[in-house]
């Protein structure tokens, strides 16, 4: 109930102060085990793309610190996020969002890791790309968020309210990669794609976040 709540009340909030624009959301699947991948702009990237998933509810990884206070880890968890470790191999965190996806729900990562404080994309990780290749049969959807940096940055902090947009794409073909043999070639393969199709994905309504 509360997950419903914080999108309906996120989107108004969303649209009257940070003129936000949705774009491609007709690319996301009504059913079926879904990953959305995203670059990484800001903390308020995991509401700003729970709120334009016209499909709900979305699940997140966020880092396992964030959980430590009781208030802040209570309500990210009753939005669907769950915990993962940065910095090693977090297993039961793998397998947890593996069976999020086998059982046809959304979910959503950043391959990147960490936030950019620019606005430009960044490489990704290979470990992202083993973690999408462990969920066989989901559809990958690429997501590119831009001006959220210019409100919420990583070193700055609070910058003020300024247009932010999600654009979802139409899904990676990775069926070579998904067909081969994991490995690390296999996985900066698999990463590699992901962010190029984010890369390649146009502006919401006409505009360009990053350059306002």
């Given at each position: 109930m509360l997950y419903y709540l914080v999108w309906h009340s996120g989107r108004l909030i969303l649209s009257i102060l940070l003129r936000w624009r949705v774009g491609g959301a007709e690319n996301v699947p009504k059913t079926g085990g879904v990953i959305l991948v995203s670059n990484?702009?800001?903390y308020l990237d995991p509401y700003a793309l729970g709120c334009a998933s016209p499909r709900r509810?979305?699940?997140?990884?966020a880092r396992e610190s964030l959980f430590k206070n009781p208030l802040f880890g209570w309500l990210?968890?009753?939005?669907?996020?769950?915990?993962?470790?940065r910095g090693g191999a977090d297993r039961q965190a793998w397998r947890a969002f593996e069976q999020l996806v086998e059982s046809?729900?959304?979910?959503?990562?950043?391959?990147?890791?960490?936030?950019?404080?620019?606005?430009?994309?960044?490489?990704?990780?290979?470990?992202?790309?083993?973690?999408?290749?462990?969920?066989?049969?989901?559809?990958?959807?690429?997501?590119?968020?831009?001006?959220?940096?210019?409100?919420?940055?990583k070193t700055k902090g609070f910058q003020g309210l300024h247009p932010i947009s999600v654009v979802f794409g139409p899904p990676v073909d990775l069926g070579?990669?998904?067909?081969?043999?994991?490995?690390?070639?296999?996985?900066?393969?698999?990463?590699?794609?992901?962010?190029?199709?984010?890369?390649?994905?146009?502006?919401?309504?006409?505009?360009?976040?990053?350059?306002?």
């Open positions: 990484h702009q800001s509810p979305v699940h997140f990884m990210i968890r009753t939005i669907h996020a769950f915990p993962v470790k046809g729900e959304q979910v959503s990562f950043f391959p990147e890791g960490t936030r950019s404080d620019d606005g430009q994309l960044q490489p990704a990780n290979a470990g992202s790309g083993m973690l999408v290749h462990r969920c066989k049969g989901a559809t990958v959807i690429p997501v590119r968020i831009r001006g959220s940096y210019r409100v919420l940055n070579a990669e998904m067909a081969a043999e994991g490995g690390r070639e296999t996985y900066e393969a698999i990463a590699n794609k992901c962010m190029a199709a984010i890369a390649g994905l146009p502006t919401a309504g006409g505009r360009d976040e990053d350059q306002i």
